[in-house]
């Protein structure tokens, strides 16, 4: 079951801040969050295992409900670098579960 | 180290003909995943290995899509006969151990059915 996205898109001054939601009607183990660029990979960000769990990287940074199964991916004080598209990836319970991609969240932004 | 190999970077070729991709994951990863990116869409997975073990080729077109991983290392995949719908970027990644840990992608394979 693919996670849901949201907000489809999104437009930022440098500076401000965007939250990025992935929701999933299935019970899940983990999530992980990449960034892919134009025309480039998908690179990851961070994986977040653990119910209530934040992590962050730089001033990125994430969280994980499990009971609700949900995760935030937080920017703070966007710069130029951040634009791109985000894609949450969930995975279930079971051993060796794959990997299933959302649509992503495109995100500008702009001077 | 090095990163995820791919090859060729992008392909054209018109439909009914076959193509093969190419993926050599980074050195120890032990999972080797084939995804399918349409345009604007997010990455979708056609199979999963464990070693040269298929974990998962649930949404893999069998009639259409092959795929091996020789030897537990390399990986090839190929579509024969091609079709329209088949113009994606294939991504090749690779992880260690299979769960809980990062995906590593490859730069693509860009294909363009004519």
């Known amino acids: 079951q693919q996670p849901v996205q949201s907000p489809q898109a999104v437009i930022l001054r440098e500076g401000e801040d965007a939250v990025i939601n992935c929701s999933s009607s299935?019970?899940?183990?983990?999530v992980h969050w990449y960034r892919q660029k134009h025309g480039e990979a998908p690179v990851f960000l961070m994986i977040?295992?653990?119910?209530?769990e934040q992590k962050g990287h730089e001033k990125i940074s994430a969280s994980f409900n499990e009971k609700k199964q949900q995760s935030s991916l937080y920017l703070t004080a966007s710069q130029l670098s951040y634009s791109g598209t985000y894609f949450c990836g969930t995975g279930g319970y079971s051993g060796n579960t794959p990997l299933v991609f959302g649509k992503g969240t495109r995100l500008s932004v702009i001077a | 180290e090095a990163g995820v190999a791919q090859s060729p970077r992008y392909k054209i070729i018109e439909k009914r003909q076959s193509v093969a991709f190419w993926c050599n994951p980074i050195?120890?990863?032990?999972?080797l995943y084939w995804y399918q990116q349409i345009l604007g869409q997010g990455p979708k997975l056609l199979i999963q290995?464990?070693?040269?073990?298929?974990?998962?080729d649930s949404q893999l077109p069998k009639d259409r899509f092959s795929a091996e991983r020789l030897k537990g290392v390399d990986s090839t995949l190929k579509i024969q006969p091609a079709k329209l719908e088949d113009s994606a970027v294939y991504l090749c990644?690779?992880?260690?151990?299979?769960?809980?840990?990062?995906?590593?992608f490859g730069n693509g394979t860009r294909l363009t059915v004519t």
């Open positions: 977040l295992l653990k119910g209530g």
């Open positions: 990644a690779s992880s260690y151990p299979p769960r809980g840990s990062p995906l590593h």
């Open positions: 050195s120890g990863h032990a999972t």
């Open positions: 299935k019970a899940l183990y983990s």
């Open positions: 290995f464990q070693n040269n073990g298929v974990v998962d």
